[in-house]
């Protein structure tokens, strides 16, 4: 950014881990956040704010670790109970409406809003200080969910005030997932990063599995003593905004410090956001990278949030049995995906990471095919489980590839696009396959969206950009851990050299 001071780092702390990019649209409703020293002023400083990789150039930040883990810790009770209510919302617009066209519109009131604040959410990120953005927002979400609860409480159930509240939770995730994500490199060990990152995920992924167990009780209790009304979701609001008052609770208490002061900044908002945009344009590694994260977000993510309504439909036991089979589907969703970040956290941490991306991207549209021909519900059940198994091989080496080769001082406004893509591409996904659901089987457009895929993600690596962009990746990888500045620079220098 031109024109701009950068803080002085030394007082940093508290690492706040990304969210978990998950392809399932019901975890993907709001963003979930994933040493010492007050709240620190910006100084006078102007020496970049990089991430630090552990060089004699730049320590590590202090007490790093111990922060990460109280902030985890806070933000897993938060996690917990944004879970409970995405399930739950889910699982009673599914059952009882079954119909394709209420899941699109789900989907556009979950997604858009995020697309549309994230325009902006990037600048803040940038801007002002992101454990504050990541705690306003928290309060927000917590605020709406309450306002629903008492108006249900007197009788107002109407299916409207749903996606009103979903859209208000959409929008809290387009300010939180850019602070929460730009806030890592802030303060963690470069080397450290994609460690970071992938046990995150596991731990997201290991309330993925208690969450939907708890919701699937939860509900079948409070659905049977209000005759499965919209009622039912009353306590499990309730239980949302306590989590949310304690990981806000938590997360105070953590020293953040701001990277620079809107008042140092002698450029506008819209300036900052002009800058973003072109930043991305003429970035060639970031603009493929987005390309082919708005691939699977068209193809494999709108297409999988039609899997509990096939499951209803396809394989139907009952509305009580059919909360249950729900959230065994959720269950072996996200103990794959669990396995899966302890896998890529211990494993695979050295691997290519363009690598695991373009391997996870095909084995997205394999899957796919699989869920549409499953014709077993245990089938079913399996295939899902290994969809929830590449999670990790894709999210969490596309989040460490940006954090590893964008300037921190952008970071904020590429992880805010990167926000947009997610939450436009899909509710536009959504608007085809939704209505399609109504027409034709949810398991031949299952089928479709996986070939699809094959074809798509390989003519993304085969054309001429995709080769160059992972040509840069894998040499900016040899660079990260050593200079973490240097990568950056790396790979928009071997992008500069393989278009001349």
């Known amino acids: 950014m031109t024109g701009a001071r950068e803080h002085d780092e030394t007082d940093a702390s508290a690492p706040a881990p990304p969210p978990e990019a998950s392809p399932r649209g019901a975890t993907a409703l709001r963003g979930a956040a994933l040493g010492g020293g007050s709240d620190a002023t910006p100084g006078d400083d102007p020496a970049p704010a990089v991430a630090s990789g552990g060089t004699d150039e730049t320590p590590d930040p202090p007490h790093w670790l111990r ?3 109280l902030f985890l810790s806070g933000q ?21 409406y079954q119909s394709g066209l209420v899941m699109t519109l789900a989907a556009i009131f979950g997604f858009l809003p995020q697309a549309i604040v994230s325009i902006f959410g990037g600048v803040w ?13 928290d309060a927000a979400i917590a605020v709406t969910t309450l306002a629903l609860a008492v108006i249900m409480i007197n009788g107002y159930d109407a299916v409207w005030l749903i996606f009103a509240t979903m859209a208000i939770r959409s929008m809290g995730a387009g300010i939180q997932m850019p602070a929460v994500s730009a806030l890592i490199p802030q303060i963690v060990p470069t080397r450290n990063l994609i460690r970071v990152n992938g046990i995150n995920g596991s731990i997201q992924s290991a309330m993925m599995l208690l969450a939907p167990a708890a919701a699937g009780g939860l509900y079948a209790w409070a659905s049977a003593a209000s005759d499965g009304t919209a009622a039912s979701l009353i306590p499990i609001f309730f239980i949302d905004v306590v989590t949310a008052v304690i990981g806000i609770g938590i997360l105070a208490f953590i020293p953040v410090s701001t990277i620079r002061r809107a008042a140092d900044t002698q450029t506008g908002y819209f300036a900052d956001l002009v800058d973003g945009v072109r930043y991305i344009v003429h970035h060639a590694f970031v603009r493929w990278l987005l390309v082919l994260f708005a691939i699977i977000f068209l193809l494999t993510v709108a297409p999988s949030n039609l899997t509990p309504l096939m499951l209803v439909r ?9 909360v249950v089979n729900l959230a065994v589907l959720e269950i072996a969703f996200s103990v794959g995906m669990m396995l899966g970040g302890i896998l890529v956290a211990s494993f695979f941490a050295k691997r290519s990471r363009v690598g695991l991306i373009v391997v996870s991207s095909l084995v997205f549209g394999a899957l796919s095919i699989g869920l549409g021909l499953s014709s077993n519900i245990w089938v079913f059940f399996g295939f899902m489980f290994l969809v929830g198994l590449a999670v990790p091989f894709f999210s969490t080496p596309s989040m460490t590839l940006l954090q590893e080769t964008v300037e921190p ?5 590429v992880f805010g696009f990167v926000g947009i893509v997610m939450a436009v591409a899909m509710p536009v996904g959504m608007v085809v396959f939704g209505p399609l659901a109504d027409v034709m089987p949810i398991e031949v457009l299952l089928i479709a969206a996986g070939v699809m895929t094959f074809i798509v993600v390989g003519l993304a690596v085969w054309l001429p950009a995709g080769q160059r962009a992972i040509a840069a990746a894998r040499r900016a990888a040899t660079v990260a851990t050593e200079d973490p500045a240097a990568a950056a620079a790396v790979v928009e220098a071997e992008m500069q050299t393989k278009d001349s």
Do not use: C
Request: glycine share 8%; net charge positive; aromatic share 14%.
């Open 67 to 69: 922060n990460v883990v």
């Open 314 to 322: 396809s394989f139907p036991a009952g509305e009580s049995q059919d």
């Open 125 to 137: 990120a940038d801007r002002h200080n992101r454990k504050y953005l990541i705690m306003g927002a």
């Open 409 to 413: 001082e952008r970071q904020g406004r």
């Open 76 to 96: 897993t009770v938060t996690l917990f109970g944004s879970m409970l209510v995405q399930y739950a919302v889910f699982w009673y617009l599914t059952i009882t």
